[in-house]
């Protein structure tokens, strides 16, 4: 069934079960910008290939907002937990994706509990960590590592949000909040200054980066070269991928995504 229409068993394929109703997958997939829309469409179908590999594992979907991702792999895994900061997504998941055999929702503190540490084979954590202040990407990080499995994956995807992809994604977010396209009308201001100095960035450029009530960043001033340096740090990064473009090198593309392996050992 595709996934404008209705589906209620407890099996999905890659078009997901019940994805028509999450915010994100409207605001995204659903965009009235055949732009966004596309960048998006793609993002998934990256996702989908990276995990493909690991069918059959238990997966962790770490920061799954509205359980898109999640629903759309239900077919390659037979056990699967998603999990977000937030508890209006957790219980709409519920609500949508409940009776999915397979599935299982939490809030990201219950991954707290003994029974979660190193119980699973691969993890992904899709447009979140570019959200979080400091101690709240050090928390993430750390749970992640604890959560995998020694050797595990970690499939980490961020915006690009330097170089010649941030002017295009500036044009176009400026493009749309004068159409009053969804909620790009509220999109961050960047002077003249701050974006030359992004537009150039290396793993080392910083700019302020504004913080919302939530305790949330924006995409405003992050930078996917200082977290790669990071997640080098911590374990083991396999692979370098870009999205909706694989040969840009991150030139021409929304999304770079990481393919980690988590240590054999604690560091």
Request: glycine share 8%; net charge neutral.
């Amino acid at each position: 069934m595709s996934a404008n229409g209705t589906n209620t068993s407890d099996s999905a394929g890659a078009t997901g079960i019940g994805t028509e109703g999450g915010r994100f997958y409207k605001k995204q997939q659903l965009s009235p910008s055949r732009v966004v829309a596309f960048s998006h469409r793609s993002r998934f179908g990256m996702a989908r290939r990276l995990v493909t590999p690991h069918a059959g594992k238990r997966l962790l979907d770490y920061g799954c907002g509205d359980g898109t991702f999640i629903s759309e792999s239900a077919d390659l895994f037979p056990d699967a937990v998603g999990a977000d900061i937030s508890s209006v997504q957790i219980d709409d998941c519920v609500r949508r994706l409940g009776n999915v055999a397979s599935l299982r929702f939490v809030h990201t503190s219950e991954l707290a509990a003994p029974e979660f540490s190193g119980q699973f084979d691969i993890a992904t954590c899709m447009e979140t960590l570019e959200h979080c202040p400091e101690p709240e990407l050090r928390e993430a990080l750390g749970a992640l590592l604890r959560l995998v499995s020694p050797g595990g994956t970690i499939v980490i995807s961020v915006p690009i949000e330097i170089g010649p992809t941030l002017l295009a994604k500036h044009a176009i977010r400026r493009a749309l909040g004068w159409r009053g396209v969804g909620d790009y009308r509220y999109t961050e201001a960047y002077t003249g200054r701050e974006l030359l100095k992004m537009t150039f960035a290396n793993a080392e450029t910083e700019i302020e980066r504004p913080l919302y009530e939530s305790n949330e960043h924006p995409h405003k001033g992050f930078n996917w070269r200082a977290l790669e340096r990071r997640l080098r740090s911590l374990m083991d990064v396999r692979h370098v991928h870009f999205s909706p473009f694989p040969w840009s090198a991150g030139w021409v593309s929304s999304q770079v995504w990481f393919v980690c392996q988590t240590p054999l050992s604690a560091r």
